[in-house]
């Protein structure tokens, strides 16, 4: 089973928790609209949008609210979560003065198969086993002056979780990240890319509500190995020895991009 396929089975599962649990994930999103809203020199000429790993919504509403004349596709591979966000954002459609459409495909997989002004995704790229696969596709559909515009763990997320899996000798159960040169590197196939990063860190009450957190929010194995219970054990064990019983900060390292069709176009 490929990495995309088992998250989206896992985002299936914890698709009801995930809107309660993810508040990194609705900053991150509120994040990356705050840099399209800024970035986005001309919004009305967007007509034509597809979102990537829409998750129950948390950046659609506001793209639908940003774009109202624009069509839209907006995918998921998780059906439930898919669902969930034509729930959450049927009041914005209703508002929209074109349909929106959403369908439910992997992007590691499926070709675009659209032309677009904006391709858009907010935390779904960390997923993908050949990023610059879906980097070449994504730019093979842009419209003229068409941009993609997306959000990605990098590599220095869950600095601590890492070492305790390094230590205690077990494969670390969620995707590898790249570093920021190496998404330098993989976004050149844009003639124009503006990439920045910044840390988000949120606090949790112990170690063990910060794992269960990641569990609520369909995160968790999300990689080709799975972590047995008695594993997991262990691993709560050294991170208490680490970081104590008390409460702990975790951060997640993510890059925003604005990948440009046209160098010359901002």
């Not at 509403?61 to 959450?88: H, K, N, W, Y």
């Not at 995160?219 to 008390?246: H, I, K, P, Q």
Request: proline residues 5%.
């Amino acid at each position: 089973m490929s990495i995309p396929v088992r998250v989206g089975k896992n985002f299936s599962r914890s698709s009801r928790s995930y809107t309660a649990a993810g508040a990194f994930q609705r900053s991150a999103a509120r994040h990356l609209y705050g840099l399209l809203e800024r970035e986005l020199a001309n919004p009305d000429r967007v007509r034509k949008v597809l979102e990537l790993g829409c998750g129950t919504g948390f950046l659609t509403i506001g793209l639908l609210r940003l774009f109202p004349d624009a069509q839209f596709v907006v995918s998921d591979i998780s059906e439930s979560m898919l669902t969930l966000c034509m729930d959450v954002t049927r009041p914005a459609a209703a508002c929209h003065g074109t349909p929106a459409y959403f369908e439910c495909y992997n992007i590691a997989e499926a070709n675009i198969e659209k032309n677009y002004d904006l391709i858009i995704s907010s935390l779904a790229f960390q997923w993908l086993p050949d990023l610059e696969a879906v980097l070449h596709n994504a730019r093979e559909h842009l419209l003229p002056e068409g941009k993609l515009v997306f959000s990605t763990l990098l590599d220095g997320t869950f600095v601590m979780l890492h070492r305790v899996f390094a230590e205690l000798g077990l494969p670390y159960p969620g995707p590898p990240m790249i570093t920021e040169s190496e998404l330098r590197a993989q976004c050149a196939v844009f003639p124009r890319v503006r990439l920045a990063t910044y840390t988000y860190v949120e606090e949790h009450a112990s170690v063990l509500d910060f794992l269960r957190q990641i569990q609520r929010t369909g995160a968790g194995n999300g990689g080709l190995v799975r972590t047995s219970v008695a594993d997991m054990r262990r691993v709560l064990a050294r991170y208490r020895e680490l970081a104590g019983d008390g409460p702990i900060e975790v951060e997640y390292f993510l890059a925003e991009v604005i990948c440009d069709e046209d160098e010359n176009h901002v």
